[in-house]
């Protein structure tokens, strides 16, 4: 006689020909799509059978202590990978996949219900049982359970709400309404343990009529010191890509709306006007992408993207002269901005607590003056009157410089955030070359401008063997659209030795120009305490002269701050954590404006102006004159331009001060290209 080995025990054979259980023999023409549908509901059906095995025994108490906690921590990651199942499919399975085995089956949404109702039941029973002899340990363990199922029962509802709305299949079996329904305890108590479909997605005939507005389910708040609930992030560039990075470790769920669609390569996007632009990581951000993202410099470095140490590898014309490359140096990346999102979406999407809805453009924000409760959103490629409504503890708006959100507030007769402005009119425009090495062993050339010279320029290197080139200059010098006359553009520049470079160059493709330089600052600070539901972040609260390069490690600093201020032993309000991104970003709104305020021609009302204000530029303007050879005030002065430093060091350190007040401006020996 012969012992059955494993695979003879699981009936291998069987479960191999799985892919087409429910398949008719008339019908063997599934999809891959529809297979993994089919075999996505077996195994949840099995799992969730393992789930009622064990809340029986437990429900019966047939176990003892050890038996008990084991069979309820099983239990509640049971119910995770069921919530896992769904959110799969929500990934992987697109609408229309959906939509077309529903037209098949008649059903999307063919629930056991006699089994969700008894789990539900069970569940309700365990964590409102009030024994005496129960521990916290055990307490906690069922509140655990509870909540998974919650989890699991929303994601439920999201999902069909996504997929289909409220459109009927066979006998109105394939919509929300039913299967909030069939999800649905209808004793007094409600649903067991979790809340019901929000009521507007059950309208009657005495309601509201909002056909074309069908609100999704949001998660309920976590239980916690910091929960924030449902986070909706508008925009999914990178502020809104480490927001909802950090967001998702307190929160019960993270989604956001992006309205262009994600390609599958690195690639610019209509959405971020900026993607062809040259791109800098400064040292502040490596080192906040390292903390929020662990690997994510070594995969992009691995890319292609290279890494610099400042100003060892960079020719830096400031003031009229060339900055000493023994001077101490930090490093920088320059990835171009396609690839550094790119891995950044990669990383944050793998979290299955954050989920992305692109093709989908926010068109409102619902709630009431001083509270906001969600957005109002519309499929680009649908019907443009139709009009969805997803509900939110909190909505975070990472939308960019093009930020809709003030005029949202006043649509609503909100309080509207005051706005600090200073605009320079500078222009600039970017073109992507092939060439040589640049002389020297240099890895690239920045040409700082300042109120008595107004051309900049970037050169630096990119992945692919391509050098991004940057040229800029004020509203009546701005740089061309044509290649020739942008290379001839160069030699205006103070010094020959770019112009001389790009003539050499192959150029790829034309520049591209860009006018929307101006530092904005909306101060949803200032709102008050009492204003509820709102996060601001990124550019749409600070945007930046893009000149100098801050706008990525901003955003990673303000993810950064907002991670540990949610880290904290108390619940934060969407004021202090508004306030958390002000303090994360005041070094670089005092760098940029305090650059620009000197420049001819400057506007607005953040303007630097008056005695104290020209005093401090002439000081300002000793210590420029002492970074190209003075080793201390060069490290102090690019420690705050990376974000390293405060400003007020320059003036505070006494040792910064004692240099630049007492010894006299030094020059560089030679105009010549400088040497290591």
Known sequence: MTSPNYATYLHLDELLALQRPLTPVGQQDLSDSERLFIVVHQAS????????????????DRCERQCHDRRVERATRLVDSLEGQLTLLRHTLPREDFMLFRDRFGTASGLQSKQFHEMFGLVKKLTRRGDEDRTPSDVRRLTELGDAVRRWRLTHLELVSHMLGDLPGSAETSGLRFLAARLDDTSEDGPAGADRVPAASRR?????????????????????????????????????????????????????????RYEDTPGPRAGVPQSRHTHVLLTSGMRALDELLPGLLSAIEDSGAPRLAIPGDLGVWQGGQWVSRRNPSQPIMTPSRPLLEHHIRRRVLDDSRIDVRTGVEVTGLLGRPGHITGVAVRDRDGDPHTRLEIEADLVVDATGRSSRTPGWLADMDAPVPAEELVETGRAYSTCVFHADDLPEDLSGFYIVPDADQPLGAIILPAEGDRWMVTLSGPRDQAPPGATEDFVDFAGRLPHSAPHKWLSSARPVGRPVGYRHTSNRRRRYDRLGRDHRGLLVVGDAFCALNPVYGQGLSVAALNALALGKALAGDRALSANALQQTVLRSSRWAWEVATGADSPMPGVTGNAVRSGPVARLLNRYLARVRAHVPHDPVVCGANRDVLFLLAPPRTLVTSPEVLRRTLRSPAGRTISPDLPTP
Do not use: F, K, W, Y
Request: no cysteine; glycine share 10%.
């Open 45 to 60: 059906e099995t799992l969730l059978s393992q789930v009622l095995v064990d809340l029986r025994h437990i429900d019966a």
């Open 204 to 260: 009657g005939p005495d309601t509201e009529d909002l056909t074309d507005s069908r609100p999704l389910p949001a998660p309920p708040v976590r239980s916690g010191r910091s929960g924030q609930g449902h986070v909706v992030v508008m925009g999914g560039s990178v502020a809104g890509l480490l927001a909802a990075h950090v967001l998702a470790d307190h929160a019960e769920r993270v989604t956001i709306i992006e309205r262009d």
